[in-house]
């Protein structure tokens, strides 16, 4: 395995030599910034193409096919699109909050994005408190889809940020408390490296047993609720509420809300990848040293992205799937079903954990 | 006790219609490639294939003598919820029987206020219009939306509408 940090090093050592150390920390800061930046706007343009050739196949159509090679440039094409457009607000928004509101919801997962391991040695905050710290920030996002709503001064848009509010604080609960503890519990350790690590010997949704797969699926249902996607897209509703909370948004400004959406995807997706799947670690199996070997010198990095895609092709799946719930249908399925069976399968991995009925 | 077994029997039976459906869409996406059902306009113009039901345009047939069918009973413009049609007729005197009949001048169809209903086409006695194929009828004036469906010269044929009518 490659470990990153190596070349992580090697560019820090250069830096250093060149300049003081103050000047070093601020080059070191604006580099990683460029590169999320970069990644969250690749990420963007790469799975909207994707979500709508995936959602064509779905429905027996090709979807996007004119602009470029398999239509590849589209999302290219309308970013253009969208940064040329006018910015039209109302009169009576509320400027200051209707102006931040983007940004909070474009800084939450960003903000996650720092802790994400990506390959060995490749996560650029490294904190001890990691999946706690995701926790933390991803409620960000909700603050900004509330401010959106509100300072749009339009009842629709209101509705959509209450309803996204109710959704999402409720659906965090059988997140953090189900899923994500209950690996917790297994690895023993908040720090998302710790816990890619722990899974060298096998992936925690095949060695955690049942209450790992319970917790997985819990963890797919809540992260689509999370989201805001369908079949959890209420806030959105196109049929009922127009387009929720950003109905009053255009051009640039929107596509912030657009791109939030799918990097939430993405996050989603990766912390799936990294806390069942085994996050950057090739797939071993057993007994077959051969092919352990040919699959370790495929990179760690790709690895990720690889159980990262399919993780969000079922997330996409799901959407071109499942029909919209109603919001008390919704917060039905939270608290009378997810959250009862979600504690009492934190107590199950409790026990098997305790009993060691892990292998 | 039953009420638990509910419960859990509740979310699993969710749990397998839920898979159900996504089993359909799954071999949906899996044969899509091939069984594409929509059609690549404008690639394929010359190929395009239409439903049966397809209704682009009123027209009124003509034969190769330039005779059509229409005798401007304007059951049509009658029926019509839109007043998308407008039959222009006088009477003329029958050359044969002497008796005073309706000669059609001018069959005008509005084709901007047309909701394609095929009221008319269902409507007429004679089988005189139909609904063709041709989709593409954007024009630069709105003006050009309004069109006469009789071919300049062209007369009413009682054995035409006997032949086409007989058939059936
Ligand atoms: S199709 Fe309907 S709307 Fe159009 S001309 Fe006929 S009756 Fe009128
Ligand atoms: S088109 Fe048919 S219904 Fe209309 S005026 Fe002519 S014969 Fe009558």
Same mark, same amino acid.
């Given at each position: ?14 830096? *250093? *030599? ?13 580099? !990683? ?20 050739? !995936? ?9 996007? %096919? ?22 039209? *607000? ?18 939450? $997962? ?6 994400? $391991? ?34 749009? %001064? ?24 189900? *899923? ?39 963890? !797919? ?9 369908? $079949? ?128 | ?78 029926? &019509? ?38 009221? &008319? ?48």
């Amino acid at each position: 395995m490659y470990d990153f940090s190596k070349m992580t090093g090697a560019i820090h050592e250069w830096l *250093s *030599s060149l300049m003081p150390s103050v000047l070093v920390t601020t080059v070191e800061w604006i580099l !990683i910034g460029v590169v999320f930046l970069a990644l969250f706007a690749i990420l963007g343009l790469v799975l909207v193409i994707l979500e709508r050739r !995936i959602a064509g196949f779905f429905q027996f159509r090709l979807g996007p %096919n004119r602009v470029g090679p398999q239509g590849m440039f589209q999302t290219v094409a309308d970013t253009v699109k969208l940064l040329l457009k006018e910015l039209v *607000s109302t009169d009576k928004v509320d400027k200051f909050l209707y102006n931040v509101a983007p940004f909070f919801v474009i800084i939450a $997962p960003l903000m996650i994005m720092a802790v994400i $391991p990506y390959g060995l040695g490749l996560t650029a905050y490294d904190i001890n408190i990691g999946l706690f710290f995701v926790m933390a920030i991803s409620s960000i996002g909700v603050i900004g889809i509330l401010l959106a709503g509100w300072s749009s %001064n339009n009842k629709y848009s209101l509705i959509g940020a209450m309803r996204s509010g109710a959704v999402i604080i409720s659906y965090e609960l059988s997140m953090g408390l189900s *899923s994500l503890l209950a690996i917790v519990l297994l690895a023993g350790s908040l720090n998302l490296n710790d816990i890619v690590m722990s899974q060298e010997a096998g992936w925690w949704l095949f060695r955690g047993h049942i209450p790992a797969v319970i917790a997985f699926i819990i963890y !797919i249902i809540t992260g689509t609720a999370e989201t805001n996607r369908v $079949p959890f897209d209420l806030t959105e509703a196109e049929s009922e509420l127009g387009a929720g909370f950003h109905a009053e948004y255009s051009g640039i400004k929107f596509a912030f809300f657009f791109l939030s959406e799918f990097v939430n995807m993405f996050i989603i997706a990766a912390l799936a990848a990294t806390i069942f799947l085994g996050g950057w670690l090739p797939i071993h199996i057993p007994g077959w040293e051969g092919f352990n070997n040919i699959m370790d010198y495929i990179p760690g990095p790709i690895w990720f992205f690889l159980k990262t895609g399919a993780i969000i092709f079922l997330l996409m799946w799901f959407r071109w799937t499942f029909p919209r719930l109603r919001i008390d249908q919704i917060l039905t399925l939270e608290w009378k079903y997810l959250l009862p069976i979600s504690l009492l399968n934190l107590v199950l991995m409790a026990f098997v954990v305790m009993m060691g009925w892990v292998f | 006790m039953n009420a638990i077994i509910n419960y859990f029997s509740e979310v699993i039976n969710g749990g397998i219609t839920l898979l159900k459906g996504m089993g359909i869409t799954g071999k949906h996406f899996v044969r899509a490639p091939k069984e594409i059902i929509t059609q690549q306009y404008p690639d394929n113009r010359d190929t395009l294939t239409f439903g049966d039901r397809f209704r682009a345009q009123l027209f009124m047939e003509h034969n190769e003598e330039n005779q059509n069918r229409c005798d401007a009973c304007q059951t049509c413009e009658t029926v &019509c919820p839109n007043g998308s049609i407008e039959v222009v007729w006088h009477r003329e005197a029958d050359p044969e029987t002497g008796k005073k009949k309706k000669v059609l001048d001018k069959y005008v169809y509005h084709l901007g206020m047309c909701t394609f209903c095929n009221l &008319c086409v269902l409507a007429c006695p004679t089988e005189a219009i139909k609904m063709n194929k041709e989709f593409e009828t954007a024009v630069y004036d709105r003006s050009e939306l309004t069109k006469v469906l009789n071919k300049p010269g062209s007369k009413f044929s009682q054995d035409y509408v006997d032949k086409t009518i007989g058939n059936k």
